[in-house]
């Protein structure tokens, strides 16, 4: 019944600011449990992401892995339609804006960076590549946001503007003022404007790579060993999920 609900929320209110010509980006792993993520997860590189369904109620799980193990967090959706992590105030017109961010802005409380997007494994390996960014995902979008060649596309001038800017150089007409005296002036033809060069350049996406040197927060913040569907709360604080900033599961 929740998969339902989910697949009839995401069809009608998610999937249109996703989708890119019918394609989703690579870190999106729709109906993906949290073991199956963490199985995909370990091995892959410090900060390396994803977005799932949430296995407890509609909507999306952001998780990458840690430091020291996976990290799961509840995305919102506010009112006005933006994204946030649960319990976070950095709100995101998009999700793809929400991943950038955390790239450049360390998640809290742990300190870690969002690096590379963990590809789906129906993704071919010439498919669209997003990290991260807004642009990527918005067309990309990944979003999110393919791997694009580091050079680009220069197009030679033709052989005859090239004749045209050599061409040789013609004397003066004999001048009204200089009597039986020629001044003979070097004219030189005009050459035809070479064709444009054009340099396609393409956006590459870079994450910011995590502060390793950087200590964790104090031991005011504590991971509940037993997993909370919609926020995690420190030990010793108030059930009031209004209180409690940080909202891994």
């Known amino acids: 019944a929740l998969r339902a609900q989910t697949r009839l929320w995401f069809e009608q209110t998610q999937a249109r600011t996703l989708e890119v010509e019918g394609e989703l980006p690579t870190w999106f792993h729709g109906f993906i449990s949290r073991r199956e993520t963490e199985q995909l997860l370990q091995g892959q590189p410090l900060g390396c ?3 799932r369904f949430s296995e407890s109620t509609v909507g999306f799980v952001l998780s990458y892995r840690g430091r020291d193990r996976c990290r799961h967090f509840v995305l919102d959706q506010l009112r006005d339609g933006r994204y946030v992590i649960l319990g976070e105030r950095s709100a995101h017109a998009e999700l793809a804006d929400l991943l950038w961010h955390y790239a450049t802005a360390p ?11 963990c590809r789906r494994e129906d993704e071919p390996r010439g498919g669209t590549q997003t990290p991260a960014g807004s642009d990527a995902a918005r067309s990309p ?25 050599t061409a040789p150089v013609l004397p003066a007409e004999p001048s009204a003022e200089g009597g039986s005296s020629r001044e003979v002036h070097n004219k030189v033809v005009p050459a035809e ?17 995590p502060h ?3 200590a964790p927060s104090p031991s005011a913040y504590h991971e509940l060993e037993e997993p909370i569907p919609f926020y ?18």
């Open 49 to 51: 992401f994803l977005v």
């Open 107 to 117: 998640v809290t409380p742990y300190h870690e960076f969002l690096t590379v997007p």
């Open 141 to 165: 979008s990944s979003e999110a946001p393919a791997n694009f060649p580091a050079y680009g596309v220069v197009f030679r001038a033709s052989p005859g503007a090239r004749q045209a800017a």
């Open 193 to 209: 404007p070479p064709d444009a060069k054009y340099q396609q350049l393409m956006r590459f996406h870079t994450y910011a790579e």
């Open 212 to 214: 390793e040197c950087i």
């Open 232 to 249: 995690a709360m420190g030990r010793g604080s108030s059930p009031n999920t209004e209180e409690n900033i940080y909202s891994e599961v």
